[in-house]
């Protein structure tokens, strides 16, 4: 006879849903998931409050139904549905250190062996609101478990590839690579997480790590694929945070904030934002503050609070005025002219200040073109392309979205695909005027291939 599960039976009470309201939303975010075969009623809830075990990913599902209805984070393992998969656990920011090397390495092997699976899941909108607020209170518990040392040289080895990958991202876009770098993790260096070290060689290691774990996320996220991208940026925080760098962990936030306002929650990418800022107040990094400070006016460009986006843009820009190269961490290469400008033309396009959003734009494509940066051109086109058709400049429209579309053929990009399609809906007011019937047969190859 099965035991009934009344951790289950007191989240569903707690919750005020009926058991076809649950099974409703069940089924509703099994579609998100891809998972349409995912069709449960009110005897099939009430199954599972008599103790039936849910196959997976149902378990995971209702973790993420529970967990946007609450706006915190349950999990599997609170329903009573066991401690779920890596894909889940990899959304929890563990205090423990040892459990974080586990998570992190499933998370990893997930993304090698089983990558459609793990693409199917979703970004979890209120995921991040533990893991932000954790780093902040900087909580740590555990020392890894004892083994054969790790030498500074492995972890010097670590960073040289993580210049190569980065580079690799900067100029050829987040899915050309990604894999190859989740393959290098996983055999490489999650395992060296697992040895005993000194705790120089082991803050060292952890932020070597941190810094790729990092990258895997910033790459997913590049690729469209968002709910990985959440779960290595999660662990990459919980990472940093174990190597004592403030500022790394304040970047990781960033990317986290970056993401949240891409995918329409801009409220939550700017408190992800801020929380960044706040930490960073305990370091020294210029160009991560600007770069925060200039997300946070993305964010509130589309709250539509525009004089609080303006003074944002203002301090980055006072920031950035503040950076020496030489003194930033190799993984703040990026944040420069062509990326910063281009982020603030975006800010000014959601503004409707065509005017500001061109002059931003056009200072980003100058830097990008020099520096050979086909992905930061593509958007930084596409942007300035927004402001002409706000200005109902067809014509100057259509010629920056063929530059577009030229450089977008240049990397493997889902943001880039993304602004190409933003521009087909923004010329659709224009009916069907030749320049909105060539631009769109021009990019009829690259929307069908993505």
Known sequence: MKTPNRKFEQWLDRSGMSRGELARRVKSKAAEWKQPHISPDATRVRCWIKG???????????????????????????????DGSSTDAALVYNPSYTATVDVVADLGRADVDRRKLLAAAPWAAVAGVGPS????????????????????????????????FQRMDIFQGGGSGRLVLAQ??????????????TEDVRRALCEAAAEQTYLLGWMAYDNGEHGTAQRYLIQSLRLAEESKNVALGAHVLAGMADQATLLGNPGEGRRLAQAGRHGLSRADSPACLADLWCLEARALALLKDKKAAAHAVAQSEKAFEAVKPEREQTWAEFIDPAYLHGEHANTFRDLEDAKAAQEHARVSIDHARKQKRARRGAMSH??????????????????????????????????????????????????????VADFNERARELTTAA
Not at 140 to 159: H, I, M, S, Y
């Open 52 to 82: 039936e075990t849910p196959r997976p990913p149902i378990p995971a599902i209702l973790a993420d139904v529970f967990s946007e209805h609450f706006g915190f984070r349950v999990t599997t393992y609170d329903l009573g549905l066991g």
């Open 184 to 197: 290098y993790m996983t055999e490489h260096v999650y395992p060296l997480l697992r040895r005993s070290n």
């Open 133 to 164: 607020r954790d780093w902040l209170m900087n909580t740590l518990d555990q020392q890894p478990e004892p083994g054969p040392r790790v030498r500074l040289e492995d972890v010097t080895a670590v960073k040289n590839m993580f210049s190569t």
């Open 382 to 435: 596409a942007a300035l392309a927004v402001s002409h058709l706000q200005n109902k400049d067809l014509e100057a429209a259509h010629a920056a979205g063929v530059r577009t579309l030229t450089l977008s053929r240049q990397v493997k990009s889902s943001r880039c695909v993304e602004a190409v399609q933003d521009l087909q809906r923004r010329m659709q007011p224009f009916g069907r005027n030749r320049l």
